[in-house]
């Protein structure tokens, strides 16, 4: 019951905190993981990108602080207050201005701790004893452990974080399962549309790989030659904005939100590679109904840092700088897959203009070729691109749900105006 719970401060409840070196290692091309204030995102540890380090540093390193299998690493720094939970079965040294929070397993769980370092009276202790800085905002060790959270019985922590890492752990199974499956079609769109190879593997007598006689059927057996280059038999090349609309966004600052209007979030280039709008600016939902994203929707940002992504963050409207792609004629698997395949080249002319903000332009779009096969063999290979592509989509918005569902549950359980009980019984509902 929520009588029971008592607020302590850190120390009192057992939390013992370890400090990093205070120095920088040498950078290796081959080694293991050196943890920075980056590679802390959404409550995980994000280890690509991440710098190395020999493995005679990492024990140096390491000498006074290794992290431990259910530690929390703190950022004091930059985005203090931002926290991850160590992974099992990784080895990584710490980066300056990150700690490590260890709970005692008496007083304190470290599985509790580490939900509830992400509820509202965790970030109500960070505004309080955070220090504004010149350029930083930080925090100091010595005030850390003086922060005082709610810490129910032993007991009742070990059920809170346990019902919590279920909703997590099938949100990060739909995260591995969709990134897998968006991997999948990304290289059999590939084989198929770039390189061709079941047309190559046909025209030197051979089986295609991988696929049953129906759909190596679609294929012809014969490369030609066209005026952008060798291209299957019967197949044709159009320019990208042949087969596709580009709408771009609008300005949305000019649609601000009145006293009791409706209001939705604006998508812009942030949100797209967050694939959220959490912390969106809200404008008027009184603009024209072309420019409203949904959920399954395709944008494009041409500006800034260039991303594709199939919409799943919920509605929005769409701002200037991003694209919403559709087209009446083709399926929007296909439009996404040569997207993905021009995406690297549309970075590099966004790369080249140095005086500007990187962007493309409309005629780069008409410069893109696409490879378009005849209308039957497109019907069959959607076949298994449709479900494959509608399977990624689907997981997502799974994933989003239960993340929406545990982000819910959190402060309520962590504050104990949600018992257990109740909140299983919502999850299983869910599940």
């Known amino acids: 019951m929520a009588s029971e719970w008592r607020y302590m401060t850190l120390r009192e409840a057992g939390v013992q905190l370890f400090d990093c070196d205070h120095r920088t290692p040498t950078a290796v091309a081959e080694g293991v993981p050196y943890i920075a204030i980056p590679q802390l995102k959404d409550g995980r540890i994000d280890f690509s990108g991440a710098r190395r380090i020999s493995h005679e540093d990492f024990i140096e390193w390491t000498r006074k602080t290794r992290p431990t299998a259910g530690d929390i690493v703190l950022s004091r720094r930059c985005n203090p207050g931002e926290t991850a939970v160590v992974p099992e079965h990784v080895e990584f040294a710490l980066g300056q201005n990150l700690v490590l929070l260890r709970a005692d397993g008496v007083r304190s769980d470290n599985g509790f701790l580490r939900w509830a370092v992400r509820g509202p009276e965790w970030w109500e202790q960070i505004g309080k004893f955070i220090n504004v800085g010149a350029v930083f905002e930080s925090l100091r060790c010595k005030d850390i452990l003086d922060f005082e959270l709610r810490f129910p019985p032993i007991h009742a922590q070990r059920s809170i974080a346990s019902l919590l890492n279920i909703l997590d752990s099938n949100v990060s199974d739909l995260r591995l399962q969709s ?7 990304r290289t059999i769109f590939k ?3 770039v390189d061709f190879d079941p047309v190559r593997a046909k025209a030197e007598g051979r089986e295609p790989d991988g696929m049953d006689a129906a759909t190596a059927g679609v294929f012809p057996g014969e490369i030609k030659e066209s005026k952008s280059g060798a291209i299957p038999l019967g197949w044709s090349s159009s320019p990208f904005d042949s087969i596709a609309d580009f709408l771009n966004g609008l300005a949305l600052q000019k649609y601000p939100v009145s006293s009791g209007e409706d209001s939705v979030p ?41 991303e594709v992504d199939v919409w799943c963050g919920g509605e929005g409207a769409l701002n200037q700088h991003l694209f919403k792609v559709t087209s009446e004629t083709y399926p929007q698997w296909f439009i996404y897959g040569w997207l993905l395949q021009h995406l690297e080249h549309f970075r590099e002319i966004a790369a080249s203009k140095v005086t500007t903000m990187g962007h493309i332009q409309r005629h780069h779009l008409h410069d893109a070729t696409v490879v378009v096969p005849t209308s039957e063999a497109l019907q069959g290979l959607g076949e298994l691109m449709q479900p494959l592509h509608e399977r990624v989509i689907q997981s997502r918005l799974q994933m989003r749900t239960l993340a929406e569902l545990r982000d819910t549950l959190l402060p309520r359980l962590i504050s104990g105006k949600l018992r257990v009980p109740e909140a299983e019984k919502l999850v299983e509902a869910m599940l």
């Open 179 to 185: 990134g897998t499956l968006d991997a999948i079609a």
């Open 191 to 193: 084989s198929w549309f």
């Open 266 to 306: 604006a998508i812009k280039i942030a949100q797209l590679k967050r694939r959220s709008t959490e912390g969106a600016d809200r404008i008027s939902a009184r603009l024209p109904a072309k420019y409203l994203v949904h959920d399954g929707d395709l944008i494009f940002s041409w500006s800034g840092s260039l």
